[in-house]
T-cell receptor, first 112, second 115 residues
Framework: KQEVTQIPAALSVPEGENLVLNCSFTDSAIYNLQWFRQDPGKGLTSLLLIQSSQREQTSGRLNASLDKSSGRSTLYIAASQPGDSATYLCAVLRSNDYKLSFGAGTTVTVRA | NAGVTQTPKFQVLKTGQSMTLQCAQDMNHEYMSWYRQDPGMGLRLIHYSVGAGITDQGEVPNGYNVSRSTTEDFPLRLLSAAPSQTSVYFC??????????????FGPGTRLTVL
């Protein structure tokens, strides 16, 4: 069974610091990995999708890496801003049944 | 283009009552799904559909029913509400079942409390 873990569960940093969010998964049989952002009381918004054959994806201040063999992904957010405060979730698309397995998320607070 | 819409946003039920959570998407996506989100846990799949007329169970299907009569709509029915079904429910869609680059789109969620 695919287990997805995100540690730490919560993180607080001063504005301007770079954020490093971790995601680990137990089964490397995946099609892709997605990072989502969730604001309080809202739905999930996709940030980045990395295909299993890729090593990283970038969008603006966001960069996500994927090491499928070791079961790890990292989301980097450069020069954090208070507007980056949210919960970040990762999810893997399992290649055996095409279903998503989600981590519980990391809640980020960026202090002004 | 409204994306994925859900109604209602909030709902309070008494134990034993039934209700339907509505979900619609206007992106012509084949794959639709329902998740529940509970504190400290990742999203868990309740039911999913790979196209009109085709539905299947996810990880936590007990107490829920779905149907998919059109591509756009995917309602979730609670048959007899229980306090354990207190949760936030999300509807999601993506283009196809196995698209390597298919982003998953989520609705805004329904916050359900069962007393």
């Amino acid at each position: 069974k695919q287990e997805v873990t995100q540690i730490p569960a919560a993180l607080s940093v001063p504005e301007g610091e770079n954020l490093v969010l971790n995601c680990s998964f137990t089964d490397s049989a995946i099609y892709n990995l997605q990072w989502f952002r969730q604001d309080p009381g809202k739905g999930l918004t996709s940030l980045l999708l990395i295909q299993s054959s890729q090593r990283e994806q970038t969008s603006g201040r966001l960069n996500a890496s994927l090491d499928k063999s070791s079961g790890r992904s990292t989301l980097y957010i450069a020069a954090s801003q208070p507007g980056d405060s949210a919960t970040y979730l990762c999810a893997v698309l399992r290649s055996n049944d095409y279903k998503l397995s989600f981590g519980a998320g990391t809640t980020v607070t960026v202090r002004a | 283009n409204a994306g994925v819409t859900q109604t209602p946003k909030f709902q309070v039920l008494k134990t034993g009552q039934s209700m339907t959570l509505q979900c619609a998407q206007d992106m012509n996506h084949e794959y639709m799904s329902w998740y529940r989100q509970d504190p400290g846990m990742g999203l868990r799949l309740i039911h999913y559909s790979v196209g009109a007329g085709i539905t299947d169970q996810g990880e936590v299907p007990n107490g829920y029913n779905v149907s998919r009569s059109t591509t756009e709509d995917f309602p979730l029915r609670l048959l007899s509400a229980a306090p354990s079904q207190t949760s936030v429910y999300f509807c999601a869609s993506r283009m196809g079942i196995a698209g390597l680059t298919d982003t998953q789109y989520f609705g805004p969620g329904t916050r359900l409390t069962v007393l």
